[in-house]
């Protein structure tokens, strides 16, 4: 029972350089999510695909980019790394549509980002 | 605008103790949901408990119980008997009826002594 798979787990970036946050589900879902998560500011969304093949963003996707491969797989990518991008990265995916409000998430273990 | 307020930043009860934290909410739909998310120290965010707009009723799982009231819009959250295993990072959620995002309050960190 994986669920939701994170890698890397932790990364050091010099400022920018790139890199990309892999996130892959196993239990069919079909909305998955990026988020990321800083210290006293909760959650915020960066961005979701409500379904394969479709993305959109959320509250802070300046600076970030995504790709929905399929169902299975939604990848974050940083394209020239900032300090303010250091943070904690959830990856997460809900089974229901993403228009439905009702979603519950299962999140992964997250990815310790530090920019330099 | 939807906005979660967690007024309580950190919390610390001696084991055995009742805790309750604090999550108010702002929304102008009539539709929403409403949750809360255990973050314990490995780091996962944990679903705990999903409520809808149009029940009222109090619940209750075990040692948890959760108190919703649209009006004082709050929805808070009670830990009868703390234990150490309930120390953890704890985010109440509101997602509006068409939204694909789940706003998070900023969290409450409960820290349970033995």
């Known amino acids: 029972n994986a669920g939701v798979t994170q890698t890397p787990k932790f990364q050091v970036l010099k400022t920018g350089q790139s890199m990309t946050l892999q996130c892959a589900q196993d239990m069919n879902h079909n909305s998955m999510y990026w988020y990321r998560q800083d210290p006293g500011m909760g959650l915020r969304l960066i961005y979701y695909?409500?379904?394969?093949?479709?993305?959109d963003k959320g509250e802070v996707p300046n600076g970030y980019n995504v790709s929905r491969l399929n169902k299975r797989e939604f990848s974050l990518r940083l394209e020239s790394a900032a300090p303010s991008q250091t943070s904690v990265y959830f990856c997460?995916?809900?089974?229901?549509?993403?228009?439905?409000?009702?979603?519950?998430?299962?999140f992964g273990a997250g990815s310790r980002l530090t920019v330099l | 605008a939807q906005k979660v307020t967690q007024a309580q930043t950190e919390i610390s009860v001696v084991e055995k103790e009742d805790v309750t934290l604090d999550c108010v909410y702002e929304?102008?739909?009539?539709?929403?949901?409403l949750f809360w998310y255990k973050q314990p120290p490995s780091g996962e965010l944990v679903f705990l408990i999903r409520?809808?707009?149009?029940?009222?009723q109090n619940e209750i799982s075990g040692r948890y119980s959760w108190n919703f009231q649209k009006s004082t819009s709050s929805f808070n959250f009670t830990i009868t008997a703390s234990q150490v295993v309930d120390s953890a990072v704890y985010f109440c959620?509101?997602?509006?009826?068409?939204?694909?995002?789940?706003?998070f309050g900023t969290g409450t960190r409960l820290t349970v002594i033995p």
């Open positions: 929304t102008r739909d009539t539709t929403y949901y």
């Open positions: 409520r809808n707009s149009f029940d009222e």
């Open positions: 997460a995916s809900s089974e229901q549509t993403a228009s439905s409000g009702a979603n519950v998430l299962t």
């Open positions: 695909s409500a379904s394969e093949g479709t993305t």
């Open positions: 959620a509101l997602s509006d009826g068409g939204a694909n995002n789940l706003f």
